[in-house]
Nanobody, 123 residues
């Protein structure tokens, strides 16, 4: 089992940056693909980005490509989401999650989830 704790959310103005962290404990973090998802009020949870077990391969939703960067440090059991040029449309609760199987953007394929961290971007 893996326990995940997100941090780093907050209130920022449009155009500013935030860096989210996802601290993992339990089984070996490096055994899992890691993903970031977000959920805005009244909307379904949506895929943001994912990173391979080694950290070499990444994949992004079109809405964040070029602005967000996912990374991980397996030695520290921590994943990150650097968010630049934030927009009001990025406002949501952000979740990190882990996946043992094949790469996926489907939230249902991810077994372990953090509690989420709120990101609010004002215009």
């Amino acid at each position: 089992q893996v326990q995940l704790v997100e941090s780093g959310g907050g209130l920022v103005q449009a155009g500013e940056s935030l860096r989210l962290s996802c601290a993992a404990s339990g089984r070996t973090f490096g055994s899992y693909i890691m993903g970031w998802f977000r959920q805005a009020p009244g909307k379904e949870r949506e895929f943001v980005a994912r990173i391979s077990r080694s950290g070499i391969s990444t994949y992004y939703a079109d809405s964040v490509k070029g602005r967000f960067t996912i990374s991980r440090d397996n030695a520290k059991n921590t994943g990150y989401l650097q968010m630049n040029s934030l927009k009001p449309a990025d406002t949501a609760v952000y979740y990190c999650a882990t996946l043992l199987g094949l790469p996926s953007i489907n939230p249902g394929d991810y077994a372990y989830w953090g509690q989420g961290t709120q990101v609010t971007v004002s215009s």
